[in-house]
Protein backbone atom coordinates (compact mmCIF):
# COMPACT_ATOMS: atom_id res chain seq x y z
CA UNK A 1 0.00 0.00 0.00
CA UNK A 2 1.12 3.06 -0.27
CA UNK A 3 0.44 7.02 2.39
CA UNK A 4 -3.16 8.05 1.57
CA UNK A 5 -2.01 12.07 -0.02
CA UNK A 6 -3.31 14.67 -1.53
CA UNK A 7 -2.68 18.28 -2.82
CA UNK A 8 -5.60 20.73 -3.20
CA UNK A 9 -4.78 24.26 -5.09
CA UNK A 10 -6.54 26.48 -2.96
CA UNK A 11 -4.96 29.27 -5.36
CA UNK A 12 -3.04 30.15 -7.84
CA UNK A 13 -2.60 33.36 -9.66
CA UNK A 14 0.39 35.04 -11.34
CA UNK A 15 1.93 36.29 -8.32
CA UNK A 16 1.27 34.18 -5.44
CA UNK A 17 0.31 30.33 -5.21
CA UNK A 18 -1.37 28.50 -1.91
CA UNK A 19 -1.47 24.48 -1.90
CA UNK A 20 -2.93 22.12 1.00
CA UNK A 21 -1.13 19.13 1.10
CA UNK A 22 -2.17 16.20 3.13
CA UNK A 23 -1.24 12.33 4.26
CA UNK A 24 -2.71 10.00 6.70
CA UNK A 25 -0.08 7.72 6.77
CA UNK A 26 0.00 3.50 6.23
CA UNK A 27 3.40 3.79 7.82
CA UNK A 28 5.57 2.99 4.56
CA UNK A 29 5.83 7.41 4.46
CA UNK A 30 7.37 9.51 1.71
CA UNK A 31 10.94 10.05 0.54
CA UNK A 32 11.93 13.44 -1.20
CA UNK A 33 8.46 12.97 -2.93
CA UNK A 34 7.51 16.36 -5.43
CA UNK A 35 5.14 18.43 -3.18
CA UNK A 36 5.10 21.69 -5.90
CA UNK A 37 5.91 21.01 -9.60
CA UNK A 38 6.42 24.56 -10.06
CA UNK A 39 6.25 23.89 -14.38
CA UNK A 40 2.44 22.88 -13.32
CA UNK A 41 1.98 26.05 -11.88
CA UNK A 42 -0.10 29.07 -13.21
CA UNK A 43 1.81 31.55 -15.70
CA UNK A 44 2.64 34.92 -15.14
CA UNK A 45 0.69 37.99 -15.88
CA UNK A 46 3.45 38.40 -19.19
CA UNK A 47 3.11 34.60 -19.87
CA UNK A 48 6.31 33.29 -18.39
CA UNK A 49 6.46 29.84 -16.94
CA UNK A 50 7.00 30.28 -12.83
CA UNK A 51 10.75 28.90 -12.50
CA UNK A 52 11.31 28.90 -8.62
CA UNK A 53 9.23 29.55 -5.61
CA UNK A 54 9.65 31.13 -2.08
CA UNK A 55 8.04 30.25 0.95
CA UNK A 56 6.49 32.90 2.48
CA UNK A 57 4.25 31.32 4.81
CA UNK A 58 3.13 27.81 6.31
CA UNK A 59 0.06 26.94 8.46
CA UNK A 60 0.64 23.28 9.58
CA UNK A 61 0.01 20.30 11.95
CA UNK A 62 1.88 17.15 12.40
CA UNK A 63 0.26 13.57 14.22
CA UNK A 64 2.82 11.44 14.71
CA UNK A 65 5.48 12.24 12.52
CA UNK A 66 8.03 14.85 11.12
CA UNK A 67 7.94 16.55 7.47
CA UNK A 68 11.31 18.00 6.41
CA UNK A 69 10.65 20.25 3.32
CA UNK A 70 13.49 19.92 0.81
CA UNK A 71 14.52 22.08 -2.46
CA UNK A 72 15.12 19.53 -5.52
CA UNK A 73 18.76 19.76 -6.80
CA UNK A 74 21.29 17.46 -7.58
CA UNK A 75 21.63 17.36 -4.21
CA UNK A 76 18.18 18.10 -2.37
CA UNK A 77 19.06 20.84 0.40
CA UNK A 78 17.27 20.67 3.63
CA UNK A 79 14.89 23.85 3.95
CA UNK A 80 13.25 23.13 7.28
CA UNK A 81 11.41 20.60 9.31
CA UNK A 82 7.89 20.23 10.86
CA UNK A 83 7.70 18.67 13.66
CA UNK A 84 5.91 16.09 15.37
CA UNK A 85 2.73 16.43 17.24
CA UNK A 86 3.18 19.80 16.90
CA UNK A 87 1.29 22.77 14.31
CA UNK A 88 1.78 26.13 14.07
CA UNK A 89 1.68 28.86 11.63
CA UNK A 90 5.42 30.43 10.07
CA UNK A 91 5.56 33.72 8.72
CA UNK A 92 8.75 34.71 6.66
CA UNK A 93 7.66 37.60 4.68
CA UNK A 94 9.36 39.74 7.22
CA UNK A 95 12.90 38.88 5.95
CA UNK A 96 11.49 38.01 2.15
CA UNK A 97 10.74 34.47 2.80
CA UNK A 98 12.89 31.05 2.82
CA UNK A 99 14.55 31.27 -0.73
CA UNK A 100 15.75 28.52 -2.58
CA UNK A 101 19.78 28.03 -2.44
CA UNK A 102 20.71 24.74 -3.68
CA UNK A 103 22.61 25.01 -6.21
CA UNK A 104 23.37 22.27 -9.13
CA UNK A 105 20.62 20.83 -10.94
CA UNK A 106 18.26 22.79 -9.04
CA UNK A 107 14.52 23.12 -10.70
CA UNK A 108 12.36 24.64 -8.26
CA UNK A 109 10.28 22.17 -7.13
CA UNK A 110 9.73 21.66 -3.30
CA UNK A 111 9.86 17.94 -2.04
CA UNK A 112 8.83 16.80 1.35
CA UNK A 113 10.29 13.85 3.16
CA UNK A 114 8.66 12.18 6.52
CA UNK A 115 10.38 10.59 9.50
CA UNK A 116 9.04 8.54 12.28
CA UNK A 117 5.78 7.67 10.22
CA UNK A 118 3.56 4.70 11.47
CA UNK A 119 0.36 3.54 10.10
CA UNK A 120 -2.34 6.39 11.40
CA UNK A 121 -0.27 9.59 11.65
CA UNK A 122 -1.21 12.22 9.91
CA UNK A 123 0.06 16.02 8.61
CA UNK A 124 -1.78 19.05 6.91
CA UNK A 125 0.73 21.34 5.41
CA UNK A 126 -0.60 24.96 3.83
CA UNK A 127 2.02 26.71 1.95
CA UNK A 128 1.95 30.34 0.51
CA UNK A 129 4.27 30.38 -2.10
CA UNK A 130 5.73 33.26 -3.90
CA UNK A 131 6.33 32.26 -7.93
CA UNK A 132 9.13 33.48 -9.29
CA UNK A 133 10.00 34.02 -13.24
CA UNK A 134 12.97 33.69 -15.04
Known amino acids: MADAVATQILSDG ?5 LKLTNVSDGSGEAAVVKVDVSGLELSADGDACTDVVIERIWWQCIGMKVQILWNASTNLFCIE ?6 GE ?5 FGG ?3 NSGGGKNGDVLFTTVGHTSADTYTVILYLRKKFA
Do not use: A, C
Open 14 to 18: PKFTV
Open 82 to 87: LGENQS
Open 90 to 94: HDYTV
Open 98 to 100: LTN
